[in-house]
């Protein structure tokens, strides 16, 4: 993950964060204006209320009709003492009366109580209007992107800022671990072809051959760490590979690591035709399994590697006699080894588990701690070439 990417995902989590933690004074604030509003509205309602009475009492008996007053923006009515319309243009249904100012849902009701004998016999004026929020809610949405947007814009650039002593710390480490790595793989290439032409020129030695087992050991962790560093950056390109062959390199290269622990590797491969899949990611896949079988077995046993079809569906399979997993779940997170000496990084079933999820290979494991473990790795289709 890149610096950018990095401070953007964090930003966004801590704005959420922050954005929820705000979020209660926001509904209190909410409410309180919803309240405010409410009370303008009712003081309005008030006031109308007022200018409909004073019209009332300015009515002139000797009048042939009165003009009872008409508003845009809301409704009236005169209403007996039992609540009965003598005259109304209020269209909604009262939930309830009451005499006061109330509520339901956008419906405002004003019950104001006339005095007898007067309003043409009415005892109370309602009025009635519909109150939207639509103001208030528009107030907080606004106060509320603000914030989000200032909180998301300051977390990105103090994240920036607090993260640039640690970037150059990286990637003066990444720069370190770049050029170890380098100065370690001329060496050991020099161990192997010398060893090599010695074995060519004089009889072989169990010193040599430890040595030379050794240093396959050195290389496959040393492949393990060049593709943590670079898999990320680069773009791994497929090509058809015909897996049987790939297969019995690959097992012909640790028989010498095998046989430090006097394991015999019992391969029954069958032609699976070719898979279609980067070389470098193939060779981590089984390379990593071999050499965690080599490490996890027992001493004197034997490694089983099977090939076969079933289905039309090619199966790889790893079997070893040895200590067992006892948490499977845990163990293709990074770093993390169930028995510290045994050696290693903790992150070859990382790795492995990175390249099957992203050529969404299957892999079933069944494993009984101090017996062994069998790794199932079930190619997809859309990976296997028939033959």
Do not use: W
Request: with cysteine; proline share 3%.
């Amino acid at each position: 993950m890149n610096d950018n990417k990095y401070s953007a995902k964090y930003a966004l989590i801590y704005t959420t964060l922050v954005s929820i933690i705000l979020l209660a004074p926001l509904v209190y604030y909410t409410i309180y204006m919803k309240n405010i509003y409410s009370i303008q509205n009712e003081l309005s309602l008030k006031k109308k209320s007022l200018l409909v009475i004073q019209a009332m009492q300015e009515y002139d008996q000797a009048d042939d009709y009165f003009e009872y007053p008409r508003f845009t923006t809301f409704d009236s009515g005169l209403y007996g003492e039992n609540f009965q319309p003598i005259f109304t243009l209020i269209k909604k249904p009262m939930p309830y009366f009451k005499k006061g100012y109330y509520l339901n849902n956008q419906e405002a009701f004003l019950v104001v109580k006339l005095p007898k004998e007067r309003y043409f016999g009415a005892h109370y004026l309602v009025l009635h209007n519909t109150i939207s929020f639509a103001p208030v809610y528009e107030k907080v949405l606004l106060i509320l992107t603000s914030i989000v947007i200032l909180i998301f814009i300051s977390s990105i650039f103090f994240l920036k800022t607090f993260a640039k002593p640690f970037q150059r710390l990286n990637q003066q480490l990444d720069t370190f671990i770049k050029d170890s790595m380098h100065e370690i793989n001329t060496p050991l290439a020099i161990i192997n072809v010398n060893i090599d032409l010695y074995n060519r020129k004089y009889e072989q030695n169990k010193y040599l051959r430890r040595m030379k087992a050794a240093t396959k050991v050195l290389s496959n962790i040393y492949n393990d760490m060049d593709y943590l560093i670079k898999h990320e950056r680069l773009n791994y390109e497929k090509k058809d590979l015909n897996l049987k062959q790939f297969l019995q390199e690959r097992i012909e290269y640790f028989e010498e690591v095998a046989a430090m622990k006097d394991i015999t590797i019992n391969s029954s491969l069958r032609d699976c035709g070719t898979i279609y899949m980067n070389d470098k990611q193939l060779q981590r896949l089984i390379d990593n399994n071999i050499s965690n079988a080599i490490k996890y077995s027992y001493d004197n046993s034997q490694i089983e590697i099977r090939l076969y079809l079933q289905n039309d569906t090619c199966i790889l399979e790893f079997q070893d006699y040895g200590v067992g997993i006892q948490k499977v779940e845990k163990i293709f997170s990074r770093y993390y080894r169930e028995n510290n000496n045994k050696g290693g990084f903790g992150i070859g079933l990382n790795i492995v588990k990175s390249i099957i999820n992203e050529e969404n290979i299957e892999l079933q494991i069944t494993s009984t701690p101090k017996k062994g473990s069998l790794f199932r790795y079930i190619f997809p289709s859309s990976l296997h070439k028939k033959i």
